[in-house]
């Protein structure tokens, strides 16, 4: 993939053994930067802390006219861990990142059933707020018109510091981000005219519709281990969804933060995420700690 020229990723060494490895998959509209408060913990639990920014956000390259898909979103981390060596992973997940990782899931759920014994083997998945079921989801203004033809396009040129902050902020409760979180989030977006790209990277959503069956049937059907952590207040993925996934995967296990944590817990509530996180990973054996 020559997109590797100008991808962005960080590969960290943590104190575990070298073979147990996580990637981390964000969300939008920031990038990898989203795990920064959790990460000095997840460095505890693994050898290997894999951190990409997604094509289009962050540091990575962001094609304007690129037909952004989250088909190759799987390709590109599929390609990334084999470029790096890792044949088994654990994937924590968040927002965008977690439809990617349901498409990495049913891939190898796939290869499970054919009897593939090559390819990446997922050991984990743990997946934070996110819009798995699309009619359930409650978009911003914003994000409803970055997807609108002809509008998207203009919106972004015309969407200021002062708007971007205020549209982010309500996706936090009672912990708002500091300063330093919503600059470094102004500037990530910015970088490389990135915010040109997002009225094709949101059509993802429009996957989501299409492909709902396919990621939800891989998280249900998956014989791995599945964990949610969910954040109450979140107003893009109401409790409603929480309700649902609880129904449609029931063999999954799943933690419910109260409506003081919103849609990023890993930002609001990170001792929670890193306690609960850790807790999934002993019960099921892959932590000593």
Known sequence: LCIFLSFSSTDLKGDGPEDKVVLLMHGLPVSSYDW?????GVRKMFGRVISPDNLGAGLSAKPA??????FEYADIAEALLVKLNVKTVHLLTHDLGITIGHEMLARFNQRHVEGVKNGLSIVTFCQLNGGMFPRLYQPLLAQNL???PVVGDLFVRLVNR??????LRTLFASRN??????DAAWALLRHNDG????????????????????WVNAIRDTTIPVHYIYGAGDRINPPATFEEF??????ATHTYLPSSVAHFPMLEAPETVLRVYGEFLKRHGHLSI
């Open 36 to 40: 920064n408060e959790v990460l000095p």
């Open 65 to 70: 006219q690129h037909n952004y898909s989250l």
């Open 146 to 148: 970055l997807i609108t």
């Open 162 to 167: 002062i708007y971007f902050d205020r549209n």
């Open 177 to 182: 981000p500091g300063e330093e979180y919503m």
């Open 195 to 214: 915010h040109l790209a997002m009225p094709r990277i949101f059509l993802y959503q429009l996957d989501r519709f299409e492909f709902e069956e396919r």
């Open 246 to 251: 609880k129904k449609r995967v029931p063999r």
